[in-house]
C-alpha cells in the first residue's frame, strides 16, 4: 500500500511562510491524486486543496486561495504545499492524503503535521 510521510510542520509567525512536503513509498500511479486537508483542534478535518490528474486542475479551499499552493516535484513521488502570508487561523494538523482516482475517495492518509502560527 501507499505510505505518505509529512514534513515541514512548525512554529512560524503570522505573515511568515512554510513549505509542507509529503513523501510517497510503495505503490504510486501516475495518475493519483492528491490533497492536503488539516484539522483545528475541536473542529472536523477539512479540505485544503488538491489536484485533479485527469484535468490538470487545482482546487482550493477559499480560507487558503491566493496564500497556499499545492505542488508536485518532477518524479511525482512527493507532493508539496507551499504556505505563504500564514494567520493563526491556520494553525492546524496538516495531513496529505492520496486517492487513485477522482471518482474514489481519499483512502491513503499520512501521520500529519503541526504548523503551529504565532501572532
Known amino acids: 500500500q501507499v505510505q505518505l510521510v509529512e514534513s515541514g510542520g512548525g512554529l512560524v509567525q503570522a505573515g511568515g511562510s512554510l513549505r509542507l512536503s509529503c513523501a510517497a513509498s510503495g505503490r504510486t500511479f501516475s495518475t493519483y491524486n492528491m490533497g492536503w486537508f488539516r484539522q483545528a483542534p475541536g473542529k472536523d478535518r477539512n479540505f485544503v486543496a488538491g489536484?485533479?490528474?485527469?484535468?490538470?486542475?487545482?482546487v482550493y479551499d477559499d480560507s487558503v486561495k491566493g496564500r497556499f499552493t499545492i505542488s508536485r516535484d518532477n518524479a511525482e513521488r512527493a507532493v508539496y504545499l507551499q504556505m505563504n502570508s500564514l494567520k493563526p487561523e491556520d494553525t492546524a494538523i496538516y495531513y496529505c492524503?492520496?486517492?487513485?482516482?477522482?471518482?474514489?475517495?481519499?483512502?491513503?492518509w499520512g501521520q500529519g503535521t503541526q504548523v503551529t502560527v504565532s501572532s
Open positions: 492524503a492520496a486517492r487513485s482516482t477522482s471518482s474514489a475517495p481519499y483512502s491513503y
Open positions: 489536484f485533479n490528474w485527469s484535468s490538470r486542475n487545482t
